[in-house]
Each structure stands twice: as structure tokens, then as C-alpha cells.
């Protein structure tokens, strides 16, 4: 069975094809660069080029995968969160395809097929329960999934997601963006316990707007003191890194272990961070089992799209209404 899925939730337009859960093209294209030098996405930026890209992408994604429209089975597109206008580009197309084609429609959560991610070309096996944990520029989220019909948030960010935090952050030191790249660059290990932050954290949610405070001003407090050099922004941010990901995964093993989970699945931008990943794997035992996808799984892509869409539609009888709206919030 052929899915095609489509994935237009903020900056990234892309297409993929899968037969079953086996990824057999994945096309994306990316408006990052147009977005570098206001230093973050701007919707109306990233709608227009998806309006522009859409048609593409899905052409290279067919012509990739040796199949033609007439072929493919099942139709899948991101309806929720994001921004609004970006995502009303992939669905409106999504449910387009599927009234001309007369092939059935379903639209995706596609934090759920971040999740997903560790899942496609069958790397594992699906076995419930477990706990999902989404790290992007947009959510910091810990789920415990029963089903992908059943999941259940219980532990989110109260402000800024870790990626959010990690791009001010690095705005404020002249880095550039996306911030999470080159924060993971600078890191040093022997740096990590230089400077003392910290994160708040209520129960499993999470706060990261103290910390991204506490840079800002360490470093307008080293500027005056003209003792910011080279090496001291090393350290901080190494030490910004290191809080803010140890924060994260603490958290997401106290909730393994009160709900009695034995698997943890990861998904989203942020889990291709060099650091993060070594600190996961190192949680793995007799006990726990980490999963992480590939990094080319990691960002926004049609591929988790498809693969979540065919789940939903072959296991659980899912489709939706070609009615089905947009949503910027879950």
C-alpha cells in the first residue's frame, strides 16, 4: 500500500512515499534561509514559499519513489499544530489530491508523528504502552501513549520550548539561527559544570524562560566587566546546554518510572542535538529501552506524516472528512 504524505507545519515543505511502513522517497524543501536573517520563522514568509514549493516537492517525492498519482492508496497531511496559514497550504492540497483521486484522506497530529519517527522502515517494533518525548524548536513534550489513538500529555513546557530557548540564546550571543546547531557545536564536555543555571521544572513540566533571562544577563554583566571572551561564552553555553538537556531527560525517566514504562520514543528537531542523543542512550538497560530515529527523521517531514497516517488507516480504521480544518494549537 502507497501513502503519500505531506507536511507543511511551519518552515519545511515536504513530501514522502511510503509502501506500508517502509520510506521509499522523502522530499523536502526548506525556507530556513529566508527566515536566518529576521532570526526566526516569519509565517507569511513560510506560507508563501509552501504555496510556491508544494507542487514540486510532491513531483520529486513521485518521481523519486517510481509511482504515479493513480497508484498511491492513502492520503496524509499535518492539520495540527503550527501556524495557521502554513498548515491550511498542505491540507487544503492533501484534501484536494484526495477528492480528485478518490483515494481516502487523514489528517495528522504531527507532534504524534515525531513520535512516530524511531517506527518507519520498521526499525522497531509498535508495542504499547510507552512514553513519547518531543523535543523541537515549537514543543517540549513528555506523552505516554497507549495507542496513537490514546496519548495522553503530561508533561509539556510552561513557556519557551527548548529549541525556543536555544535560538534566543544563541541570538543573544551573535551566533546566528536556528541557535540548537550551533550551541551543539561550541559545546565542550570539559566546560558543562563552569557556571552554575538552572531550569525550573514543575512536576514534569518544564520552564525554560529563567534560564535564557540568566545568559542574557551573565552576559551583559561579563561585557562590563570586559571579561566575555571566546573561551567564557564556551563555558557558559556549555553549561546553558547542559542544564537545559539534563533537565529534560531527568524528567523524562521520572515519568518512565511512575507510569511504569519500559520504553521511551523520541522525536523532533531538538533529538538530533549531539549531546541529548549520548545523554538518552546512556539511560538505556536491562529496564529501559531508548529509541531515537535517524537524524534524517528527526525535523518536520512528510515521511513521519505518511508513516503515522498509515498506522491510523490500516490498524485503526482512521480517515477523516476532506472537510477537516487546520488547527494551529493540539
Known amino acids: 500500500m502507497y501513502t503519500l504524505g505531506i507536511e507543511t507545519s511551519c518552515d519545511e515543505t515536504s513530501c514522502a512515499v511510503l509502501k506500508n511502513y517502509r520510506v521509499i522517497s522523502n522530499v ?15 509565517p507569511e514568509i513560510a506560507t508563501r514559499l ?16 517510481k509511482v504515479s ?36 484522506f487523514i489528517g495528522v497530529n504531527h507532534l504524534h508523528a515525531h513520535i512516530f519517527a524511531p517506527f ?19 514543543h517540549t513534550e513528555i506523552y505516554y501513549v497507549e495507542d496513537f489513538t490514546r496519548i495522553r500529555l503530561v508533561g509539556k513546557t510552561r513557556d519557551d520550548a527548548c529549541g525556543e530557548v536555544f535560538d534566543k540564546v544563541a541570538k543573544t550571543y551573535g551566533l546566528g539561527y536556528p541557535g540548537g546547531p550551533h550551541i551543539d557545536r561550541l559545546f565542550k ?31 551583559l554583566e561579563l561585557e562590563k566587566q570586559k571579561k566575555l571572551t571566546r573561551k567564557t561564552v564556551v563555558s557558559l553555553l556549555s553549561s ?33 542535538n549531539r549531546s541529548l542523543r549520548r545523554k538518552l542512550t546512556s539511560k538505556i538497560s536491562a529496564d529501559l529501552r531508548v529509541l531515537m530515529p535517524p537524524l534524517e527523521y528527526t525535523t518536520d517531514n512528510g515521511a513521519i506524516v505518511a508513516g503515522l497516517g498509515f498506522y491510523l488507516y490500516n490498524r485503526k480504521g482512521k ?11 493540539q
Do not use: M, W
Request: aromatic share 8%.
Open 319 to 329: 480517515e477523516s472528512p476532506l472537510s477537516l480544518e487546520a488547527r494551529a494549537n
Open 120 to 138: 518507519l522502515n520498521n526499525a522497531h517494533p509498535i508495542e504499547f504502552p510507552f512514553l513519547g518525548l518531543v523535543v523541537s524548536g515549537g
Open 189 to 219: 564536555a570539559s566546560c558543562k559544570n563552569d557556571f552554575s543555571f538552572k531550569c525550573g521544572k514543575i512536576g514534569f513540566d518544564f520552564s525554560f524562560s529563567g534560564i535564557k533571562t540568566a545568559l542574557v544577563y551573565k552576559k
Open 240 to 272: 546553558f546546554q547542559e542544564e537545559v538537556l539534563e533537565t529534560i531527560v531527568a524528567a523524562t525517566c521520572e515519568a518512565a518510572s511512575k507510569f511504569k514504562v519500559r520504553k521511551i520514543v523520541c522525536g523532533g528537531g531538538v533529538i538530533a
Open 69 to 104: 498519482l493513480k497508484q498511491i492508496n492513502l492520503i496524509a497531511a499535518t492539520h495540527s499544530p503550527g501556524l495557521i496559514g502554513a498548515l491550511v497550504v498542505g491540507l487544503n492540497f492533501a484534501e484536494a489530491l484526495a477528492l480528485s483521486l478518490r483515494k481516502p
Open 28 to 42: 523536502t524543501i526548506s525556507s530556513l534561509k529566508e527566515h536566518a536573517k529576521y532570526g526566526g520563522v516569519i
Open 50 to 65: 509552501h504555496l510556491k514549493n508544494i507542487d514540486k516537492v510532491l513531483n520529486c517525492a513521485l518521481k523519486e519513489a
